[in-house]
């Protein structure tokens, strides 16, 4: 499944991501989208703030 936005062959540098089931996701918690989106503007907790660019890998 292609992303939200692009994905790079290399990691972005200063984001960690523990989501293996990401498209973006690269082996030892790197994220490869070029750019992130973290939703919910008025968050008050972690809890309650979600990864907008999150996009499931493709089953095949």
């Known amino acids: 499944?292609?992303?939200k936005v692009q994905k790079m062959n290399q990691h972005n540098p200063?984001?960690?991501c523990l989501v293996n089931s990401c498209h973006y996701w690269e082996q030892g918690d790197h994220c490869n989208a070029q750019k992130i989106e973290v939703i919910s503007r008025d968050a008050q907790s972690k809890q309650e703030t979600d990864c907008a660019t999150f996009t499931p890998h493709?089953?095949?």
């Open 1 to 3: 499944m292609e992303g």
């Open 14 to 16: 200063g984001i960690k």
């Open 58 to 60: 493709s089953m095949k």
